[in-house]
């Protein structure tokens, strides 16, 4: 079976075509103050990454623990309650899994 792509239908072949030219660019064609300021860029980016990886582990961990703070004090109150749920979740599970 020949599956061929239809230029027509294709958005991406502009963009594609002219984002790796940009890429392919030698490094020879950069002078030395170039290459230190692309170098410059690309740490800075490196590095403002790196902050917002950072902030949002933190912001996950943060919610994370809230969650399961607040868990453990409706399985404190309502054990029975924490109990008939979890069996229920269970035995939909269980059938779910076994319909597949």
Do not use: C, F
Request: hydrophobic share 40%; proline share 4%; glycine share 4%.
């Amino acid at each position: 079976m020949n599956i061929e792509t239809n230029p027509l239908h294709s958005p991406l072949d502009g963009k594609q075509d002219s984002t790796v030219k940009d890429w392919r660019t030698p490094d020879a064609d950069l002078g030395e103050g170039d290459r230190a300021a692309v170098q410059a860029r690309v740490e800075a980016h490196l590095i403002d990454a790196k902050s917002r990886l950072r902030e949002a582990r933190v912001a996950l961990a943060d919610t994370t623990r809230r969650a399961a703070d607040a868990t453990q004090g409706y399985v404190t109150e309502h054990p029975w309650k924490a109990i008939a749920l979890a069996a229920t979740a269970g035995l939909v599970a269980a059938l779910l899994i076994r319909r597949h």
